[in-house]
C-alpha cells in the first residue's frame, strides 16, 4: 500500500493537471477549421436569425465515470435542459429573449491507440425575435451554473460569416452550369433547424479579401497571397498546405480546372510549385464516378 502522503500529492497533481486543462480552453473560430478542439474550447455561431448555437468541448473518463460538464441526459436517455431563463442573450446590448432551448451531443475525436475522447456539446437556444443585420451577439448564463467568466459567448451576425447550414459542394462544377446548395441542420432535441422562405440564407461568391488581409505571408495561414474574389481553389489548397508540419502529407481533390487556371491562380500555382510542397499530380478520369 502506497503512503497516504503519496496518495495526496498524486490527488493534487490530478487535480491541478483538471484545472490547467480547463483554463486553456480558448474561443474556437471557423478561420482554422483543420484545429483539434481542445476540452474547454467553446465557439458561439449564428446558425440563422433566430437561432445561436453554443459549444463547450469536454472530455470523458473511461466508464463507469460519468460526465460532469452539460451533462443533461440520464443514464435512461432522458433530458432535463435549463430553463430558456437560464440564458441571456444581447445584440448590441438589446435583449433578446430566448424562446427555446435544444442540446445535442456528439464524439469529435477518438484515436484508437491512446485514449483521448473528445466530446462536442451544443446548446441550441432559440430566439423569440431575430438578431440584427451586423449585431454583436453575447450569450451569458448570469447564474455561472453553465459557464465561467472565463468562457466568453460572443459572435458577429456578419452576412459573410460562415454557416454549417449552408451545404454547397462546389468541386466539379462546369462554369455555365446552374449552381445549387441546400440549406439544413440539425438542432438536436429541437429537431430540424425550420428554413423559412424568408430566413435570409444567401450564398456569396466572393473571397472577403479584407478579412483575410492580415493572414497573409511567408509563416501565415495564406503564405503565397489570395486569389482573385470569385474562386477559393487556392484558399482551401494554402490551408491545406499551412496547416501540415514538416513531416505533414496531404492529399484532396480538386476540379481539373486548378491545375491549368490563369490570372492570380497561374501566380499562385507557381509559387506553390517553386516551394517543392507538390510531390505528385494525379488526373482522374473525367467518367470516374459513372465506372
Not at 462536442?120 to 437556444?125: A, D, R
Not at 468541386?171 to 425550420?194: D, T
Request: one cysteine or more; glycine letters at 8%; hydrophobic letters at 45%.
Amino acid at each position: 500500500m502506497r503512503p497516504v502522503g503519496v496518495r495526496l500529492i498524486a490527488g493534487l497533481v490530478l487535480l491541478s493537471a483538471l484545472f490547467q486543462l480547463q483554463i486553456r480552453g480558448a474561443a474556437l473560430t471557423d478561420d482554422n477549421f483543420l484545429l483539434l478542439p481542445r476540452p474547454g474550447d467553446f465557439q458561439l455561431r449564428i446558425i440563422s436569425s433566430n437561432v445561436v448555437e453554443l459549444l463547450l468541448v469536454t472530455a470523458k473518463d473511461p466508464d463507469p465515470a460519468a460526465l460532469t460538464v452539460w451533462n443533461f441526459i440520464d443514464a435512461n436517455g432522458n433530458g432535463t435542459l435549463p430553463a430558456a431563463s437560464a440564458f441571456t442573450v444581447s445584440a448590441n446590448g438589446q435583449n433578446l429573449p430566448v424562446a427555446a432551448v435544444g442540446f445535442k451531443r456528439r464524439v469529435l475525436y477518438a484515436p484508437l491507440r491512446t485514449r483521448d475522447l473528445r466530446l462536442g456539446n451544443w446548446l441550441y437556444l432559440q430566439l423569440a425575435s431575430p438578431v440584427p443585420a451586423g449585431a454583436v451577439v453575447t450569450v451569458q448564463n448570469p447564474s455561472a451554473d453553465w459557464w465561467n467568466s472565463s468562457v466568453n459567448f460572443t459572435a458577429t451576425n456578419s452576412a459573410q460569416r460562415h454557416s454549417p447550414a449552408i451545404h454547397v459542394n462546389q468541386a466539379g462544377y462546369v462554369a455555365g452550369f446552374a449552381k445549387k446548395a441546400m440549406v439544413g441542420y440539425y438542432l438536436g432535441s429541437l429537431g430540424e433547424l425550420s428554413v423559412p422562405t424568408n430566413a435570409g440564407f444567401q450564398i456569396i461568391n466572393a473571397v472577403d479579401k479584407e478579412r483575410l488581409k492580415d493572414m497573409v505571408g511567408p509563416g501565415r495561414r495564406f503564405p503565397f497571397g489570395l486569389p482573385r474574389t470569385d474562386n477559393a481553389n487556392y484558399l482551401w489548397i494554402q490551408l491545406f498546405h499551412s496547416a501540415l508540419n514538416e513531416k505533414g502529407r496531404a492529399g484532396f481533390v480538386m476540379a481539373n480546372s486548378a491545375s491549368d487556371a490563369r490570372s492570380s491562380e497561374q501566380e499562385l500555382r507557381r509559387q506553390l510549385i517553386e516551394s517543392r510542397a507538390p510531390k505528385c499530380v494525379v488526373v482522374l478520369s473525367l467518367h470516374l464516378r459513372n465506372n
